[in-house]
Every structure is written in structure tokens, then in C-alpha cells.
């Protein structure tokens, strides 16, 4: 293995010791473990005397020096390293270049495992995502006046959605993380397949669906896009149906939608929303939260805690928002109006989340029958924007949502 970039950092230290400052890659980037050893060694000269110098390093670290470091041969390797370097003006590429190395490697050592059985095939997966997700930073965080300004005068990206008052009110963001959260049965699944139906021409969206049957779900979508009854879809009568139909799927089929119906793992998740939003902003609607599968030896509130946390570094560090779909505790089983308190299994719902939009049905109890029911919206905290009540009709048989005019 070539150990060329490792040496041009340590001769990049030795030449410009203020370097030291910027160092961002672990000590673990350095393969060769000689090369490790003088790193931190380097670095632990600089941090208890302002400086580096090699001359001084048999004087104030003889014991660190071995028989598998002796000082003569690690004095000579620092010297031709400080030699052989090009420039110290490359030192944050050489980081990043070596640090690239180093996930190579990493991932290289997890399939190799997996080829000798040591590893499943799920912790495989795990390992490429955790190895993937990570980074350095080498980037000066310190901004000038211009530069601030610039950044607080930049508007943020909206995203726009049929319902006007929703979008007024709750005025999400590219990069937020949305929970959508009702009773069992009020509609959140029906309404999340508005939104994506909606946003679908303009956005790449994925829909990892674990509730409900995927011809079910093609059912609604076609429905709410053609705004004609489920019921039709099974029983086709008439040629002018088949074919008022058939358009309705060639529109869905046109759209930018993608739908994973299995069960999935958070890291499943990162690794679908890392390769589906490498080229435009992803819309990912995931339902729901409950569903996806935990990790071992946790209980119910710490999984959906970390998955929470996890969902939402995800909507920052790619490029993506996310729609979560979540339920509400069984003390939400009534005619009251829901509250933040009672999103299901982990206060972190309400944390990490931008926006919670909450649905509900004012009179449950004469509605269960109806076709045709007024549900009403609560933008129960929104960082983006203002809280808010918002009324909708929902049209059970083609899974419609809109809006109501106040009267």
C-alpha cells in the first residue's frame, strides 16, 4: 500500500507546525503505524510546546521512543518526509484525500468479514452506511460581515403543496423533518398520498410504505388523481371508466415516485434517501415511524428516540425533507383536541420535529359511517412559520383531501 499521502501530511507538520491547528482526520487515517506514531507524537509536541521541532523530540520523548520505534530511524522518516512533500499550501486536500483512504479501507474490511462469515449481511449494510455517512470538515467556519449578511438574506426554499392555507400556515422547508400524526383511522396515510400526488411533477419523492397493501396504495393514488371511488377500480364497468382510468395511470406513471412496501431499517432508509437524492431535492414520506424495524436489545421509546434523531440528521446532511407519519398514544382516543404530549412512544418526535401537523375529527363518534367527513388541521408547532387551524374535507371514497373555505 502506498503511504505516500501519509507522509505529506506528517513533512506538511514538521515544515509549518501551525498546521497542526487545522488537523481534522483521527489518528486512525494513518494505516502505516509508524506514520501513526509520529502523527501523535507531532501533535503532542505542538500541544505542550506551541512548536515542532524533530531535535528536541529524543530530548523530551525519550520514552516514547522503542525498539519498534527507534529514535534514529523515526528521526530519518520525519526528514524525508518534510523532504518529499510537494507544497504545504495542499495540506486540507491531502487530509481529505487521506480520509477518503481510510472509508475505502474500512468498507474494503467490512465486505471482506462478510465474505468469511464473520458479519451478517444486515450488519454489512450497517457498516457501508456508518462508513459512508462519515466526514471531515476543513472548512474556515469564521464568516466575514458580507458573508453573514448574505446568509441571512438568502430565503429559504418553500415547498408549495395544492392545500394554500397549509402552505401559508406551516410554510415548510426543503430540509425539514414533517410529522403528520392522527388517532388510528382518521386518514394520515390518505392524506401523506395527497401531498405526494401533489408534489410528485416537481419533486423526485419516495414513499416507503409499511401500512398498507401496495395495490391499495396505487389504488388511492389513482383515485386522488383522477377523483374517481376505489370501489371503481376492482369493478370496471364501462369502457369509458377503463379508460378515464387508465389515463389516471399513465399520469401517475409520468410522475417522479418511487415505493419501497417492505419493511425497513433505518439504515435502509439512509442508504435509499443517499442514492435517490444525489441529483435533485428528495421529498421521502415514510409511514410510519412505529413500523420501522427496531434495533436489537431496545425498548420501544428508545428506538423510535433514535430513530427520530437519525431521521432528522438525515433531512440536514442530505438533500432531502421528510414527511414522518406518526400515531398518537391511546389517551388520544377521544373527542379532545390532540396535543404535542401525545405523540406515540418518544418525546423526540416532538424535538426533532420542524413541523407537527395534527389531524382530527371533531365528531368521531357520527362519523365513522360517513363518506364524507370535515377533518381539522392543528400546526401544532412549526419553527418556520405560525400556528394554526385549517379545515378539510375528506372524501373517503377517492381518498381526496381539500380544503374548505371558511364560511
Do not use: W
Amino acid at each position: 500500500m502506498n503511504f505516500e499521502l501519509e507522509e505529506y501530511v506528517i513533512g506538511a507538520l514538521v515544515l509549518k507546525p501551525e498546521l497542526v491547528k487545522s488537523v481534522v482526520i483521527p489518528d486512525n487515517c494513518f494505516l502505516d503505524k509508524t506514520n501513526r506514531f509520529m502523527f501523535k507524537l507531532l501533535k503532542k509536541q505542538f500541544e505542550e510546546y506551541g512548536t515542532i521541532d524533530i531535535k528536541g523530540l529524543p530530548v523530551n520523548y525519550k520514552k516514547y521512543f522503542t525498539e519498534e520505534y527507534p529514535i534514529n530511524d523515526i528521526l530519518t522518516k520525519l526528514t524525508l518526509a518534510m523532504e518529499s512533500i510537494p507544497t504545504t499550501s495542499n495540506f486540507d486536500y491531502y487530509q481529505k484525500s487521506l480520509f477518503s483512504r481510510y472509508v475505502e479501507h474500512q468498507i474494503l474490511n467490512a465486505i471482506k468479514e462478510f465474505n468469511e462469515t464473520k458479519i451478517t449481511k444486515e450488519e454489512l449494510f450497517d457498516l457501508i452506511h456508518k462508513y459512508e455517512s462519515l466526514g471531515i470538515d476543513t472548512q474556515d467556519h469564521h464568516y466575514s460581515s458580507k458573508e453573514i449578511f448574505s446568509l441571512i438574506n438568502s430565503q429559504n426554499k418553500g415547498i408549495k403543496f395544492r392545500f394554500n392555507k397549509l402552505s401559508d400556515v406551516a410554510n415548510i422547508q426543503e430540509h425539514d423533518l414533517v410529522i403528520i400524526a392522527a388517532r388510528t383511522g382518521i386518514g394520515k396515510s390518505g392524506f401523506c398520498l395527497n401531498l405526494l400526488e401533489d408534489i410528485s411533477d416537481r419533486y423526485n419523492c419516495i414513499y416507503f410504505n409499511m401500512e398498507i397493501a401496495e395495490k391499495q396504495l396505487y389504488q388511492r393514488l389513482v383515485s386522488i388523481n383522477s377523483k374517481i371511488p376505489m370501489s371503481y377500480m376492482d369493478n370496471i364497468e364501462t369502457k369509458h371508466q377503463k379508460e378515464y382510468i387508465l389515463e389516471s395511470c399513465n399520469k401517475i406513471a409520468e410522475k417522479k415516485i418511487k415505493v419501497f412496501n417492505q419493511a425497513q431499517t433505518v439504515s435502509n432508509i439512509r442508504r435509499i434517501i443517499i442514492n435517490e437524492s444525489k441529483l435533485e431535492h428528495t421529498v421521502v414520506f415514510i409511514d410510519h415511524v412505529g413500523l420501522i424495524i427496531p434495533q436489537k436489545n431496545t425498548s420501544i421509546y428508545e428506538n423510535i428516540t433514535a430513530i427520530t434523531k437519525e431521521l432528522r440528521q438525515i433531512s440536514l446532511n442530505y438533500n432531502c425533507t421528510i414527511i414522518l407519519v406518526s400515531q398518537l398514544n391511546r389517551s388520544a382516543d377521544d373527542d379532545s383536541v390532540p396535543k404535542l404530549s401525545e405523540l406515540k412512544d418518544s418525546g423526540e418526535l416532538e424535538q426533532s420535529a420542524t413541523t407537527v401537523i395534527m389531524l382530527h375529527d371533531e365528531n368521531y363518534g357520527n362519523n365513522i359511517s360517513k363518506s364524507k367527513i370535515e377533518l381539522s388541521f392543528f400546526v401544532a408547532k412549526n419553527r418556520n412559520g405560525s400556528l394554526g387551524k385549517t379545515k378539510y374535507l375528506y372524501n373517503k371514497e377517492n381518498q381526496r383531501f381539500d380544503e374548505i373555505e371558511k364560511r
